[in-house]
């Protein structure tokens, strides 16, 4: 009965601190698991601000990109009606380069016709006055020839006649002249056709080239203009894209901003909640360590004490039968009855112990 009451003492004093321990444990638990809520709480809040910011940044991004397909659309039926207005015109072009090269063409040949008769009629007419004044009688007679046509309006030989006795008369002259002389007459003969002319391709290169009227040309002009007009309107439609990008990234990145800050709090709050959660899990283990402690105490405490009482309880048997001993010697023998005390020197007398106080 007496082991149970100290057992029960010694329970009873650990009790009150185990009890402080559990509490403190319990509280801290408690705590862990608060923050565990408040930590998810949190980020659920952070999540539906995001949701929010998503949902308020995807309207006016969807209405800019449509607005900046519309325009990509526009730009891209721009762009082919410009080029299928190149190819029209590139094939205009062409079709009034050949035009023109036909109308240069016929225009060479019929300068050539005009250059070929004129050089001819240039060449006889110089070689008949020369022939004549050579051959028919000399500068004083071709004079008194110039004089007698003058009045009808001839100056060069136009009889058939008149022609036939000239070209006899240069034969029989040629006869009895020097091959020298009549080279010379030949060449001063040459000259005469060719003074005052120029080769076809001078002729031509002096001349002002004229291109008569065509359909087409009235064509170019009109696909000019549309092009002109078109190269205006996609300017504007690549400046109006130009500005809705811009205006797409100033907002992409302004929402960029208040969603990365968003993230930064949710980033910063976590990293709070969880230095919370290592400080209040470090707390419960130093807890769960001091109560684990306290129970191997309290079991050596209950160890000593039931050593030490049963180690008492041994001793008190152990004089109950030394004086249960003693007794029975000294009522059966009277003699020397303080030899055994006076042998022991821890032990005296109660007569002596009662003497030497006095």
Partial sequence: MELEQIKAQVVLRYAKQRDSLELQIQQTKDAIANVKHLSVRNRVSYEVQLDAVAKMQEKPMKKLDS??????????????????????????????????????????????????????????????????????????????????????GWFQPQSKCEKMWLSQRRKQTELVISQESCDRIRDIETLLRTRGLSTDEQVIAKKKFFVPHHSLLIREKELSECATKLQVEQDVLLTGIDKRKQEKQQLEEKWASVIGKISRELANSE????????????????????????????????????????????????????????????????VGRFSYFERRPNYLP????????F
Avoid at 82 to 88: D, F, L, T, V
Avoid at 99 to 118: F, G, M, N, P
Avoid at 350 to 357: A, E, F, H, L
């Fill in 67 to 152: 607005i900046l397909q519309a325009m990509n659309i526009s730009l891209v039926a721009l762009q082919a009606n410009i080029a299928r207005n190149q190819r029209w015109l590139k094939a205009i072009h062409g079709w009034i380069a050949i035009y023109q090269d036909l109308c240069r063409r016929r225009r060479y040949r019929w300068d050539q016709e005009i250059s070929k008769v004129r050089r001819e009629i240039l060449a006889l007419e110089a070689t008949e006055g020369f022939i004549k004044a050579v051959f028919g009688g000399g500068p004083n007679g071709a004079l008194r020839d110039q004089e007698k046509n003058s009045s009808v």
């Fill in 271 to 334: 990293e709070n909640f969880r230095k919370r959660t290592i400080e209040l899990q470090t707390r419960l283990e130093e807890l769960l360590t001091q109560r684990d402690s306290m129970r191997i105490m309290e079991q050596e405490e209950l160890a000593k004490a039931t050593r030490k009482y049963v180690n008492r309880k041994r001793q008190v048997n152990e004089l109950h039968q030394e004086f249960a001993h003693l007794g029975l010697s000294l009522s059966i023998n009277g």
């Fill in 350 to 357: 109660y007569s002596k112990k009662t003497k030497s106080g």
